[in-house]
């Protein structure tokens, strides 16, 4: 309730110092559009893989469009902030092997790392079941309670308890919080001394299918490079298909669903499989320096006050084993040309009367494989982080015909809910929840990394609003191609809105708060905002 009551309030105030900026559908050009999308999503950028020759052609179309449009440089007097990354690339040419049992990589697992070893091996690693992997102060919940999985091998449920129980009161529900990602759970096996983690898969609780973990695992990943080889992070991470956990338990004698009841109760503390892991693969890692873009419009009056508007340029490159181009049309080219005509918009509304603080326009990479462009600019950022004031966040537009309705990702997190809320009635549109909470979009995409620097932001992300065959077929997948047939009237609806909340971000004095008791509230409270 005090969180909607602020909310409320939030509105008010808003209505009452809107700036006189609005924008239009119309001001968007479908041909700048289009071919934005056509070029980035073309074979000939070979998916934007980074460190891939489809990084260079990326960035260089990003920044010359930047140039092109009279915009700053962004960082230290260039457009290009660089990112040093490590490309690993795990050998599928490998089997989990427990006991008498084999797994086959891909259709029933998958594994890769971080470390820049040439070899990765576990040679009978004591397997531990340690629920959802979870160790959460504030919840008072310690899956690692009174067992040390030093050297061994963890395996988890995807999600959190609040998923597995729908109870409101446990976590937050349906709603996934970041206890429930992925890159958390093997950030804490990590750091409980594991030597592996395999997280089983369920399509509801994780929000995706088999091909989307399938996929994203078994190519190229990226990290970034610390002075040790990256020998602190997790030496195996791995995903298992929920039909071979079946086989892993069922070969334990354990029940893995009354297990999983257990594991989302309070109290529940890890057991022993009785079973050793072993797996090795070949390891092939290269370093090289990536590249965030960067661009700004310096604001008239109080431009060390920033405003950013993003969407990541990188997609899944192509595959090494079967030449499949991931083309990431819709994911992310389509939010990069938002960007690129956002730019453009406010640029020219900018020539007329200048906004008072300044717009930064960025494009990270890395995003698809852990958001590391993203965290590389918020832990090494061109200005302090307490100096922006908000983060509006592309991943994913609706390449369809309008809708009644937007999105909001999260429900009574930040004051930034309220700008939304009041952009889309001047539309005539309404807000409409997340309808896949457990999800966890709120954690899966760059406006994330800036949360953690206490910075609030909104995802705006469309992925199939009138498309339902494309989170089953496309998402992830090559089928992931430009279209020249779509209206684009959806996507330049969204832009409009976002171009008005910009401006009114850029011409007001507001600082939005986070709503919600979080790690993200004290973060910003450090800064005194």
């Not at 990226?222 to 956990?245: F, I, R, S």
């Not at 004051?415 to 966890?440: C, I, N, S």
């Not at 910009?502 to 800064?527: C, G, H, I, V, Y």
């Amino acid at each position: 309730m005090f969180a909607f009551q602020r909310l409320t309030a939030g509105l008010c105030l808003l209505a009452s110092s809107m700036a006189v900026f609005a924008t239009d559908s119309g001001d968007f050009n479908d041909t700048n559009l289009h071919q934005h999308i056509k070029t980035l999503a073309s074979d000939q950028y070979g998916g934007r893989g980074p460190l891939s020759p489809g990084e260079r052609l990326s960035i260089d179309y990003i920044a010359g469009q930047f140039k092109q449009l009279g915009l700053e440089p962004g960082y230290q007097g260039q457009y290009l902030q660089p990112v040093p990354l490590a490309q690993v690339t795990a050998d599928q040419a490998m089997t989990l092997t427990v006991g008498e049992q084999q797994f086959k990589v891909g259709s029933d697992f998958t594994a890769r790392t971080h470390q820049m070893r040439d070899h990765i091996e576990l040679k009978q690693s004591e397997l531990v079941f340690v629920g959802y992997g979870i160790n959460a102060p504030e919840y008072q919940w310690n899956d690692y309670r009174g067992v040390d999985v030093t050297g061994k091998t963890v395996v988890m449920l995807v999600n959190d308890p609040g998923f597995a129980t729908q109870d409101p009161t446990l976590f937050k529900g349906n709603a996934m919080t970041y206890y429930g990602r992925w890159t958390y759970k093997y950030e804490e096996a990590a750091r409980q001394g594991a030597a592996a983690a395999l997280i089983i898969h369920q399509t509801d609780a994780a929000g995706y299918a088999w091909g989307v973990v399938e996929n994203s695992n078994t190519g190229s990943k990226y990290t970034l490079v610390d002075n040790q080889g990256n020998a602190e992070q997790l030496p195996v991470m791995g995903w298992l298909h929920q039909e071979a956990a079946k086989r892993l338990f069922t070969s334990a004698k354990l029940d893995l669903n009354a297990l999983s009841r257990q594991a989302a109760q309070p109290g529940f503390k890890a057991v022993k499989m009785n079973q050793a892991a072993s797996l090795s693969f070949a390891n092939r890692s290269t370093q090289a320096t990536s590249h965030n873009v960067l661009a700004s419009i310096p604001g008239g009056e109080r431009p060390d006050e920033v405003v950013m508007i993003h969407a990541h340029w990188d997609h899944l490159g192509t595959n090494e084993s079967d030449g499949h181009i991931y083309n990431g049309a819709i994911d992310n080219a389509t939010g990069v040309a938002g960007i690129l005509e956002l730019a453009r918009v406010l640029k020219a509304q900018h020539a007329i009367t200048p906004f008072k603080r300044t717009l930064m326009f960025a494009s990270f990479t890395a995003e698809e494989t852990g958001m590391i462009g993203a965290q590389q600019f918020a832990e090494h950022p061109p200005i302090p982080t307490k100096q922006i004031v908000a983060f509006l966040n592309i991943d994913g537009m609706n390449v369809g015909d309008q809708l009644s309705y937007i999105l909001r990702y999260g429900d009574g997190v930040s004051e930034l809910e309220a700008y939304l809320q009041k952009g889309a009635a001047e539309q005539g549109r309404t807000v409409k929840p997340d309808p896949r909470p457990q999800a966890g979009l709120l954690y899966r995409s760059d406006h994330f990394a800036m949360a953690k620097q206490g910075v609030p932001g909104l995802l705006f992300m469309s992925l199939g609003d009138n498309d339902p065959d494309y989170i089953p077929h496309r998402y992830h997948k090559p089928a992931d191609d430009y279209d020249p047939r779509w209206s684009l009237a959806g996507m330049k609806q969204d832009l409009a809105l976002m171009a008005t909340m910009a401006a009114d971000l850029a011409n007001n004095s507001d600082w939005p708060k986070w709503l919600e008791e979080s790690e993200f509230k004290t973060r910003r409270a450090q800064d005194g905002r």
